[in-house]
């Protein structure tokens, strides 16, 4: 088998992204269906870190079960020198991590506020999500 054949879907490995960021206590987590929006990504995966430690181990573990679980590897990732932003490109799909300031600058999440957002709970089993006021409101979990 391949590489591409051992990979799983776009959604299963934004799922993935997900889940590790929640092991590594991320909060704000959004996955958002974005293909149809702005056609070079399936998936947009983002999530609130409390600071650069934070950013950095979250994108470490999301890299690490990527790598075990999906078997695939970043096509880039880049970041902020000062640690407040780090992304991570798999080609289907984007993970962002940002510290708070900065995901409230960029509000990502509001730019493609038309694209679909998974459920979580749902879809990943992830329970007990922490989330900003900002983000709530976004989601109707007010």
Same mark, same amino acid.
């Given at each position: 088998?391949?590489?591409?054949?051992l990979s799983l879907d776009s959604k299963s490995?934004?799922?993935? &992204?997900?889940?590790?960021?929640?092991?590594?206590?991320?909060?704000?987590?959004?996955?958002?269906?974005?293909?149809?929006? %702005?056609?070079?990504?399936?998936?947009?995966?983002?999530?609130?870190?409390?600071?650069?430690?934070?950013?950095? &181990?979250?994108?470490?573990?999301?890299?690490?079960?990527?790598?075990?679980? &999906?078997?695939?590897k970043p096509l880039h990732r880049e970041g902020t020198q000062?640690?407040?932003?780090? !992304?991570?490109?798999?080609?289907?799909? %984007?993970?962002?991590?940002?510290?708070?300031?900065?995901?409230?600058?960029?509000?990502?999440?509001?730019?493609?506020?038309?694209?679909?957002? %998974?459920?979580?709970?749902?879809?990943?089993? !992830?329970?007990?999500?922490?989330?900003?006021?900002?983000?709530?409101?976004?989601?109707?979990?007010?």
């Open positions: 088998m391949t590489q591409e054949q490995c934004a799922l993935i &992204a997900a889940r590790a960021a929640d092991e590594k206590k991320a909060t704000d987590i959004m996955v958002q269906e974005v293909r149809d929006l %702005i056609g070079v990504t399936d998936y947009f995966v983002i999530v609130t870190a409390a600071n650069n430690r934070q950013v950095e &181990a979250i994108v470490d573990e999301i890299e690490e079960q990527e790598r075990v679980q &999906a078997h695939v000062d640690g407040t932003w780090s !992304l991570l490109d798999y080609g289907n799909f %984007i993970v962002h991590v940002f510290q708070p300031e900065t995901r409230e600058f960029y509000r990502l999440e509001a730019l493609w506020n038309d694209a679909p957002v %998974i459920d979580l709970a749902a879809e990943a089993g !992830l329970t007990n999500l922490e989330y900003s006021e900002r983000i709530a409101k976004l989601l109707g979990r007010e």
